[in-house]
């Protein structure tokens, strides 16, 4: 059976999006669900969009794969770097590892003897349920979202820490090289209105005296007259 995905791809300044149309085992039903499973064909990223049929993703070992409007996917067997859902319902995660998993504004969610190294909840409110899996990283708040059943939750945490910030050399090096770009234009801005000070504070004084020696010299010269 003919199935499309697509894969966004930059023109320039332009951010496009690809349609490509694969074969796959399958008729998309309950008894028989269209399968895909890693090809030449299919791109490192790529995302399904729209999809009602019954598909199942198998075996890929890709950067990115995301759901937008997407109903009946199941993921098994799977190790990803992403994993975005969209507004998708009645999705399955099965036996996958993912650096990181955002579900955003969907419900039905069922992931099973899955390893998660964060996991984002936002706007899901409906039956997310993770039953024997491990989580490295997640915040206190989202676990109102989710129903877990025989979890390990490793590092629940409730902010960003310094370490997390840091965690790789990059993200170090821009939050490094932002403070610094901080404390120098502090400084110049310091140093800036401290020379204007020392500009400031003489020519006051200078008007002052100057206004000073005017009324004198008004005062002597009435008294001269009298």
């Keep these: 059976m003919k199935f499309t995905i697509y894969r966004n791809y930059n023109f320039g300044r332009l951010l496009l999006t690809e349609d490509i149309d694969i074969e796959c085992e399958g008729e998309g039903t309950e008894e028989d669900p269209l399968i895909i499973i890693p090809s ?14 019954r598909v199942i993703l198998k075996n890929f070992n890709t950067h990115n794969i995301s759901l937008i409007s997407c109903l009946n996917v199941t993921i098994e067997k799977c190790k990803l770097n992403k994993f975005f859902i969209l507004e998708s319902h009645d999705i399955e995660i099965k036996s996958t590892s993912c650096h990181y998993l955002k579900i955003l504004k969907s419900s039905y969610i069922n992931i099973e003897n899955s390893f998660f190294e964060r996991v ?6 409906n039956k997310i349920l993770l039953r024997d899996c491990t989580i490295n990283r997640i915040k206190r708040n989202h676990f109102n979202n989710i129903q877990f059943d025989k979890c390990k939750i490793l590092n629940p945490y409730s902010f960003k820490s310094i370490n997390f910030l840091l965690k790789d050399n990059k993200r170090a090096i821009l939050i490094v090289a932002v403070i610094t770009i901080i ?23 200078f008007i002052k005296w100057y206004f000073s020696f005017k009324e004198e010299r008004e005062v002597r010269k009435r008294k001269k007259l009298e």
């Design 40 to 53: 030449e064909k299919i791109p490192t990223n790529f995302f399904l969009k729209n999809s009602k049929i």
């Design 120 to 125: 984002k909840v936002k706007n899901s409110i």
């Design 183 to 205: 404390i120098i234009v502090g400084v110049i801005l310091a140093l800036y209105n401290f020379v204007l000070l020392l500009i400031f504070i003489p020519v006051l004084i």
